[in-house]
């Protein structure tokens, strides 16, 4: 009876200082692990943050700056294929294996992890690619969360899954957020609060994922 009043306290000042109120089942903790390049991703991966409460960390990709690219064979390629499965040009100068920081994350506190990663050649980021592959997600549920111009093909969204698998987690969603729309026939950008919108739209399914264990 004591501790009523204190848990009012707690839930009353959570709504009113707009300080998350946990909703996991008790041992359920959300890590969020996020690249961006231009900043679409961290934007949403920040309003999934508050929403659900989780910890955030942004991997950083140290080998690639698509913008300063020179097309045409790039050092770290080394016979390895984009996202898409394709060779050459641009996929061929970005640097696949790439160098990320931190390299090494603390994941056992965690039964959630949300991958957040722009979609790079039909695949996601070689940062995310590299942070899964330097991490044992054994036994981990992952939602895999990406945004990209135009919509993912399903079979696209299998072979991201497939890296998750081979490092020991279960792969449980996989969302996508557009950034651009169809105007006529044109793709044009998608504001950054249309995006978030859509982030605040998965949040009842988000929760009733996190929530089961
Ligand atoms: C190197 C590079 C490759 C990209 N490849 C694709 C692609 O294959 N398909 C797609 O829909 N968007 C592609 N994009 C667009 C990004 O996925 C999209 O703009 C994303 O929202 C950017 O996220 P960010 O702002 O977090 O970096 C690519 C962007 C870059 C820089």
Not at 80 to 85: H, L, S
Not at 198 to 208: F, I, Y
Request: aromatic fraction near 6%; include cysteine.
């Amino acid at each position: 009876m004591k501790r009523l009043p204190i848990v009012f306290f707690v839930f009353v000042f959570c709504s009113l200082t707009s300080v998350p109120v946990p909703f996991a089942a008790e041992g359920n903790k959300v890590l969020i692990l996020y690249y961006s390049y231009t900043g679409k991703t961290r934007a949403v991966c920040e309003v999934l943050q508050k929403l659900l409460g989780a910890d955030m960390l942004e991997i950083k990709d140290l080998k690639n700056d698509p913008g300063k690219v020179q097309m045409g064979g790039g050092k770290g390629m080394k016979g390895k294929k984009a996202g898409n499965g394709k060779k050459g040009g641009m996929a061929a100068s970005l640097v696949w294996d790439t160098h990320i920081e931190p390299q090494s994350v603390e994941i056992a506190p965690y039964s959630h992890i949300i991958l957040g990663s722009p979609v790079w050649m039909g695949g996601l980021s070689p940062a995310i690619q590299k942070c899964i592959a330097s991490n044992n997600m054994s036994g981990k549920k992952v939602i895999i969360l990406t945004t990209s111009n135009a919509p993912e093909k399903e079979e696209q969204q299998a072979r991201n899954a497939d890296p998750v698998k081979k490092a020991g987690a279960d792969v449980v969603e996989h969302y996508q957020i557009l950034a651009k729309r169809k105007a006529e026939n044109k793709r044009v950008d998608r504001t950054v609060d249309e995006m978030v919108a859509d982030v605040q739209a998965l949040l009842p399914e988000l929760k009733s994922i996190i929530g089961n264990k």
